[in-house]
């Protein structure tokens, strides 16, 4: 699909190659915010900084520990959490009422699936189990991600952490979405634990107490048990 009026935030490259065994192929690309007359002179410099910038990074995680594979496999396990954040929009109202642009729905899914949960509104990034196979989000696992993820980037763990239990997502009596072809489906309660843990790992990691994300959960948490 594509957008009729040629604008906004989303394009893709269509790239044709023949390659030959043994052969490599190497498609650079640069994403800008204005024209550049001669945007890749720099391009190997800029990469090379770039990737200089994540060693350094990232050897800061490792700690001296771990060995040179098991660095790697933990770098790319971050990474990938990294790559799972995916924009996620659906809310069960408009759900039920359809897409202006295609027939009505059934009346059927009114009372269909979810239909407790009319309050739920998402429009926000978030860790998906995987983007690619499993586009949507489950709460249970995004609290586990949220550990690992705390140790890279912890405010953007602690945000994943509040987003779940914010008003257009906990349900009225407390409970977590779960995974939105079911949302009122029960989950092991472990939502308290990964706050604790990642406050745990923020405190390790910059030694400062954040104690005021645990006053923002402390309340919804008490809601969901």
Same mark, same amino acid.
């Given at each position: 699909a ?5 604008s ?5 490259s269509?790239?044709?190659f023949?390659?030959k065994?043994?052969?490599c ?20 410099d800029?990469?090379?900084?770039r ?7 990232y050897?800061?995680i490792?700690g001296d520990?771990?060995t040179k594979?098991?660095c790697?496999?933990q770098?790319?396990a !971050?990474?990938g959490?990294m790559? /799972? ?10 759900w039920?009422?359809?897409d202006?642009a295609?027939?009505?729905p059934?009346? /059927?899914?009114?009372? @269909?699936?979810?239909?407790e949960w009319?309050h ?9 189990p995987d983007?690619w196979e499993y586009?949507?989000?489950?709460a249970?696992?995004l ?10 980037d ?5 945000r994943q ?12 009596? @407390?409970?977590?979405?779960a995974?939105?072809?079911?949302f009122?489906d ?21 030694g400062v107490?954040?104690?005021?994300? !645990?006053e ?5 948490? !008490?809601?969901?048990?």
């Open positions: 594509v957008n009729p009026a040629k906004g935030s989303k394009v893709a269509h790239t044709s023949n390659i065994p043994q052969q192929v190497v498609v650079e690309t640069r994403f800008a915010n204005k024209a550049m007359e001669v945007p890749f002179d720099d391009f190997d800029v990469f090379a900084q990737l200089q910038e994540a060693n350094e990074f050897s800061t490792h520990k771990l594979d098991e790697k496999v770098r790319q !971050l990474a959490l790559w /799972s954040k995916q924009f996620y929009h659906y809310g069960v109202e408009l039920k009422k359809g202006p295609h027939p009505p059934p009346k /059927s899914r009114e009372n @269909g699936r979810n239909k009319n739920l509104y998402n429009l926000d990034v978030i860790s998906m983007k586009p949507w989000y489950a249970w696992d609290a586990f991600h949220t550990i690992a993820i705390a140790m890279i912890p405010e953007w763990a602690k952490l509040i987003l779940m239990m914010r008003e257009w997502y906990m349900h009225p009596n @407390g409970q977590i979405p995974y939105e072809w079911a009122g029960v989950n092991p309660p472990v939502h308290a634990w990964a706050c604790l843990r990642v406050y745990q790992i923020t405190k390790e990691k910059t107490a954040d104690t005021l994300f !645990l923002k959960v402390f309340h919804k948490l !008490l809601l969901n048990f």
